[in-house]
C-alpha cells in the first residue's frame, strides 16, 4: 500500500528538492509551462491567420470581434471549471442561457424595465441562471442524481421551458439604455469584452486565493476525505453549479446584447464548447485539478480557429473537425506530460 | 535446504525520473520456502515486486528463473512463466463472476468462444486445492469478503501452473482466524513446491509464515538468506532502520483521576451494525477499541465523528451534545478522525502536503474568505518538523510520501485545530515499524496533553501497549471495559473470538 515511495527514499539519499524541477519537463509540467503550451497554440494560430487572411485577420477590428465572440462564452467556461475542479459536469449550460435570454427580453420584462430601468433584464437573468444552477445542484449533492443525468435533465426541461415562454419567437429587445450599455467600449475596449476580464479576473482570485476555491479542490480531487475533515461537501457542490447558473445568466445578458434578441435557440451547443475549452486549457475532468488561465487561453483558442477559418472561407463543418482535433491532441499531450511529472 | 534457486535477482537497479528507486538488489527464492522481504516504507519491495512480477523492466543487472536468464514483458507473460503477484489492491473485476475473474486475460476458448464449463472446472479445482470448496465459482468477486477475494486471487496466480507466488502484506486486510486460514493454504502450497515472497510488516507472521528473510534498505539488499526464526528481532529491526529499537511502546502515564470527561457516548446505536454502545474518554486517556473486522468497531468510531448517522444515543463532548450525523458539527466541538483507509478517506493525495493539514482548520487562515498560503505554509513547516516527516518540504504532493508519513499528515490536521477528541482506525496499518513507533509516541504526547484518544485496531499487542483503557467489541457490543493492564493478549483474543473460534 505505502510504497510507491521508494522514489521518497531515494531523493532523500540525494538531497534532491522534488517538487522543483529543471529542465525541459520540468517546465512543461508547471501551471506556467502548461499555458505556455496553450500560449504557443495560440500564437501559431495567429500566424496562421496572418499568413492566410493578411491585414484581414491583423485588423484591429477584427482581433476585437474575436474578443466578443469569445466573452460569452468564456464567461460560462470559467463557471464550468468551477464545476469540473470541484469533481462535477454540466450539460445544461447552453440551455439555461437560453431560457435566461428568453425570460429576460419577455414583453413583460421589457415592460418593467421600459417604466423603470434597463437593469431588470439583467437581474432578471442573473435570477433565472441562478435558479436554474441552483435547481441542478440540488438534485445533484442532495437527490443524488449523477450530474451527467441531472444536468441533462434540465437541458432538455430548461430549452423546452425556453421555446414555451418565447412560442418558439426571437424577441426583440427594444429597452433604450440597454444595448447602449453593452455596445459602449471602455477605453477603446468593448463592455462585453470587459465583463468577461472582470468574470476570469474574479474566477481565478476565487478559485486560488479563497476558501471556497480551495474547497472547490478538496471536494473535486477526494469528496470522501474532504468530508471526513470537516467540509460540508454537499452544499459547496450547491453552490457550484448555483455560481455556474450564475455565470450562465451573465452570459445570457451578454448575447442578448450582442444580438440585440432573446430566443430559445440561443447557447447551442455551448456545453460542449465550454466542456472542451476547459478541459484543453488543463482542468482534470476528473476533479481536483483547475486552471482559469487555462481555461481563458482554451476559449481564445477555439475562437481565434474559427476566425481564420471564417475569413478562409471555410466551412462550419470543417471548423467542426479541426476543433475535434484540437481537443484530442491537447488532451494526449496532456497525459504525456501527467505521467511524466 | 540445498535445493536448486527457483528464481535468482542479481544486481538490480530500477530508475524513475530523478529518483533510483533499486540500486543493487541480489536474493534467491528456492522451490518450495517462504521467501520473506523485509523493508521499511520506502525500501523498494514494491517496486522489487513490480519488477518480478514484469509490471516494471529492470535497467540493469538480471533476473533468473528456472536457471535461465529472463526478461518478462509483462505480467501476463511473468504469469506464463509461472511468476505471479497478489498485490495488497486486490486486481478484480467487481461484476464478474470467480471464474471469469480466474481466467481473466487468458480465457479458455475456441474461436473466440470462452469455454465457460471448463473454466468452471478448472477454477473449481483451484479453489478445492487452496481450501476453500465453500467459494462457488459463479459468484460475483464483489460479493466475497476480502480473505475470499485475496484467495480468488490466489487462484488466479495459480492458473497458469503459477510455481512462484508474491505476496504483498496479504495479511494486513484479515482478520487473526483469516491469517491463520491464509497461513494453512501457503503451507500447502509450498509442500507442492510452489514459493511463495511474503511481505509483511509483522515480524511475529514472518516468524511464523517464513523459512528465509531478505531485508532491503533504500533499494539495496542488506542481509539475505537470514533464518526467519532464528535471528534476533532486535538484529531485523536494526537492519531495516539501520539504528536499534527496544521498547516500542511509551510509557503511559497513571490517567488523572479527576480528568474531566471529555467524550461521552450513551447508549450510541446505527440501527443495523451496533448497539448500546458506551464509552466516556477522560482528558488524557488513551481508549482501545479491539475486535474482528466487521465487529462494527469501525462504524462506531464513524458514528461518533457524525459521518454515519446515528439511530439511537448520544455523544457529548465537554458535556454538549453533538447534532446526529455531521461531520461540521463534530469538528467544531473538537473531535478529528484518521480514518481507517488512509488514502481514500483521509487524504487528498494530489495536492500538497501544507494543505492537507490546513483542510480542516482553513477559516483560521482565512480574512473575508481570502486564505493567507504564506501562514498556511509557515505553520505547516512547524507541524511537519515537529512530527519529522520526511522528505521535508510543505509543498510536495502527498501521493509521493510513504505510509507512516502520510499518517503523520493526517495526525498534524488535526493537530493544527488542537482538537480534544482524536479517534484513530488502525493508525500503524500499511506504516513500517520505525514510523510505528513514532507514531505511538505521538499519540501518547497528546494524551499527556489533555487530548482523549480512541484507537481502533486489528492488531491485539498495540491495542494493549499503547491504550490505558481497552473495550473490546464483539458483533457490535461492547463486551469487555477495563484497564489496559489488567487483561492480556491471550484473554482478549478469546473475548473477540468467542463464538467465531471453530
Known amino acids: ?97 437560453a431560457l435566461s435570454s428568453v425570460w429576460a427580453t419577455t414583453l413583460a420584462t421589457q415592460g418593467i424595465a421600459n417604466n423603470t430601468h434597463w437593469i431588470v433584464i439583467v437581474f432578471t437573468a442573473l435570477v433565472v441562471g441562478g435558479a436554474c444552477g441552483l435547481v441542478n445542484g440540488v438534485l445533484i449533492a442532495y437527490g443524488r442524481v449523477v450530474a451527467f443525468i441531472a444536468t441533462l435533465a434540465s437541458l432538455a426541461a430548461a430549452r423546452g421551458l425556453a421555446e414555451i415562454i418565447s412560442n418558439r419567437k426571437t424577441q426583440i429587445v427594444n429597452v433604450p439604455g440597454f444595448a447602449a450599455f453593452f455596445d459602449a467600449s471602455v477605453l477603446g475596449v468593448p463592455v462585453l469584452v470587459v465583463i468577461f476580464a472582470l468574470v476570469a479576473a474574479g474566477g481565478w482570485v476565487l478559485l486560488n486565493r479563497t476558501t471556497f476555491g480551495r474547497r472547490t479542490f478538496a471536494v473535486g480531487g477526494n469528496p470522501e476525505a474532504a468530508r471526513l475533515a470537516g467540509i460540508d461537501v454537499r452544499r459547496h457542490t450547491v453552490w457550484l453549479y448555483t455560481l455556474l447558473g450564475l455565470c450562465c445568466g451573465l452570459a445570457a445578458v451578454m448575447l442578448v446584447a450582442r444580438t440585440t434578441t432573446g430566443s430559445a435557440t440561443h447557447g447551442g451547443l455551448y456545453e460542449l464548447d465550454a466542456i472542451a475549452a476547459v478541459v484543453i486549457g488543463g482542468t482534470l475532468l476528473t476533479g481536483g485539478r483547475g486552471t482559469i488561465a487555462g481555461t481563458v487561453f482554451g476559449v481564445l483558442i477555439f475562437t481565434t480557429l474559427s476566425n481564420v477559418f471564417t475569413l478562409n472561407n471555410l466551412s462550419i463543418s470543417a471548423q467542426a473537425v479541426a476543433k475535434g482535433a484540437i481537443i484530442v491532441v491537447a488532451v494526449l499531450l496532456q497525459q504525456r506530460l501527467a505521467r511524466r511529472t | 535446504m540445498t535445493a536448486a534457486a527457483l528464481l535468482s535477482v542479481r544486481g538490480l537497479v530500477k530508475r524513475f525520473p530523478g529518483v533510483t528507486a533499486l540500486q543493487g538488489v541480489d536474493f534467491e527464492v528456492r522451490a518450495g520456502e517462504v521467501h520473506c522481504l523485509l523493508g521499511q516504507n520506502g525500501a523498494g519491495k514494491s517496486t522489487l515486486i513490480k519488477v518480478l512480477s514484469g509490471a516494471h523492466r529492470p535497467d540493469e543487472g538480471e533476473i533468473s528463473w528456472r536457471g535461465e536468464v529472463v526478461s518478462f514483458g509483462n505480467p501476463t507473460a511473468a504469469m506464463r512463466s509461472g511468476v505471479a503477484a497478489i498485490y495488497q489492491e486486490l486486481d478484480l473485476v467487481a461484476g464478474l463472476s470467480v471464474a471469469d475473474n480466474v481466467f481473466l486475460g487468458h480465457e479458455l476458448s475456441t474461436a473466440g468462444f470462452t469455454r465457460r464449463a471448463q473454466q468452471r472446472r478448472r477454477t473449481r479445482a483451484l479453489l478445492d486445492r487452496l481450501g476453500h470448496p465453500d467459494i462457488a465459482p459463479d459468484r460475483d468477486v464483489g460479493r466475497l469478503s476480502v480473505a475470499h477475494q485475496q484467495v480468488v486471487s490466489m487462484a488466479r496466480a495459480l492458473s497458469l501452473d503459477g510455481q512462484l507466488l508474491i505476496m504483498d502484506e496479504p495479511s494486513a486486510v484479515l482478520d487473526p482466524d483469516e491469517v491463520r486460514v491464509l497461513f494453512g493454504i501457503i503451507r500447502e502450497l509450498t509442500a507442492q513446491g510452489v514459493a ?244 505511538y509516541e505521538l499519540i501518547r504526547e497528546l494524551a499527556d496533553s489533555g487530548v482523549a484518544v480512541v484507537v481502533v485496531s486489528s492488531d491485539v499487542e498495540e491495542v494493549l501497549g499503547l491504550s490505558d483503557r481497552v473495550l473490546v467489541v464483539r458483533e457490535g457490543r461492547v463486551v469487555h471495559d477495563g484497564p489496559a493492564d489488567e487483561i492480556d493478549e491471550s484473554r482478549v483474543l478469546d473475548l473477540v473470538m468467542e463464538g467465531h473460534a471453530a
Open chain 1, 1 to 97: 500500500m505505502s510504497e510507491d515511495t521508494a522514489a521518497v527514499a531515494a531523493q532523500k539519499r540525494e538531497r534532491s528538492p522534488a517538487v522543483r524541477q529543471s529542465g525541459a519537463s520540468g517546465l512543461l509540467g508547471s501551471a506556467a509551462g502548461r499555458n505556455a503550451g496553450l500560449v504557443v497554440a495560440l500564437v501559431l494560430l495567429c500566424i496562421g491567420g496572418v499568413v492566410t487572411a493578411g491585414d484581414r485577420f491583423a485588423d484591429v477590428d477584427n482581433l476585437l470581434t474575436i474578443l466578443r465572440l469569445a466573452a460569452v462564452i468564456g464567461v460560462v467556461s470559467v463557471g464550468m471549471t468551477f464545476v469540473i475542479t470541484g469533481g462535477g459536469i454540466d450539460l445544461s449550460v447552453g440551455a439555461i442561457v
Open chain 2, 196 to 439: 511463495v515472497v511474503y511481505i509483511s510488516h509483522r515480524l511475529a507472521e514472518i516468524r511464523e509464515i517464513g523459512d528465509r528473510v531478505t531485508v532491503l534498505k533504500d533499494g539495496r539488499t542488506v542481509a539475505t538468506g537470514l533464518s526467519a526464526r532464528e535471528t534476533k528481532t532486535s538484529e531485523l529491526i536494526g537492519l531495516m532502520t539501520g539504528r536499534v529499537l527496544n521498547n516500542v511502546f511509551p510509557q503511559r502515564k497513571p490517567v488523572d483521576p479527576a480528568a474531566p470527561e471529555v467524550l461521552v457516548v450513551r447508549g450510541l446505536a446505527d440501527g443495523d451494525r451496533f448497539a448500546g454502545v458506551d464509552l466516556t474518554v477522560h482528558a488524557g486517556e488513551v481508549v482501545g477499541l479491539a475486535g474482528l473486522v466487521g465487529s462494527g468497531r469501525s462504524e462506531i468510531l464513524e458514528t461518533v465523528y457524525g459521518a454515519r448517522k446515528a439511530a439511537e444515543g448520544t455523544v457529548e463532548v465537554d458535556g454538549r451534545k453533538l447534532r446526529r450525523g455531521s461531520v461540521g458539527a463534530a469538528v467544531r466541538a473538537g473531535l478529528g478522525l484518521c480514518p481507517e483507509e488512509r488514502k481514500s478517506q483521509g487524504l487528498l493525495l494530489d495536492q500538497a502536503v501544507y494543505r492537507n493539514i490546513t483542510v480542516s482548520s482553513m477559516s483560521s487562515f482565512a480574512r473575508f474568505g481570502f486564505l493567507d498560503d504564506r501562514a498556511e505554509r509557515a505553520r505547516s513547516t512547524k507541524l511537519t518538523e515537529t512530527l519529522d516527516v520526511r522528505p521535508a518540504g510543505v509543498d510536495r504532493v502527498v501521493r509521493g510520501l510513504s505510509g507512516g508519513n502520510q499518517q503523520k499528515v493526517v495526525l498534524a490536521r488535526w493537530l493544527l485545530r488542537e482538537c480534544r477528541v482524536l479517534l484513530l482506525d488502525e493508525p500503524t496499518r500499511g506504516v513500517d515499524v520505525g514510523a510505528r513507533s513514532e507514531i
